[in-house]
Nanobody, 123 residues
Framework: QVQLVESGGGLVQAGGSLRLSCAASGRTSSSYTMAWFRQAPGKDGDFVTA????????DYADSVKGRFTISRDDAKNTVYLQMNSLKPEDTAVYYCGASPRNWGSLRVGYNYWGQGTQVTVSS
């Protein structure tokens, strides 16, 4: 089993920045694909970004490219999401997911999830 705990959410003005963290424990591995998804009220969950292996293989949703950066520190079993130039439409609960496979943007492939952290961007 893998346990994931997100932190770092909060309220920020448009144009501001936040850094989310996802701390993993249990049977985790640096080979896991780690991802961030988000869910806004009344909407389906959307893929944000994923990082595979050592970090050279990264995908971003078009909506966050150039503004968000995912990274991982395997020594700390932690994945980060640096969010810059935040927009009101980035408002959502952000979830961290983990997959033992080399995986992409589909939620179905992620076996483990955190409880989520709220990000609210005011205009």
């Amino acid at each position: 089993q893998v346990q994931l705990v997100e932190s770092g959410g909060g309220l920020v003005q448009a144009g501001g920045s936040l850094r989310l963290s996802c701390a993993a424990s249990g049977r985790t591995s640096s080979s896991y694909t780690m991802a961030w998804f988000r869910q806004a009220p009344g909407k389906d969950g959307d893929f944000v970004t994923a990082i595979r292996g050592s970090g050279n293989n990264i995908d971003y949703a078009d909506s966050v490219k150039g503004r968000f950066t995912i990274s991982r520190d395997d020594a700390k079993n932690t994945v980060y999401l640096q969010m810059n130039s935040l927009k009101p439409e980035d408002t959502a609960v952000y979830y961290c997911g983990a997959s033992p496979r080399n995986w992409g943007s589909l939620r179905v492939g992620y076996n483990y999830w955190g409880q989520g952290t709220q990000v609210t961007v005011s205009s």
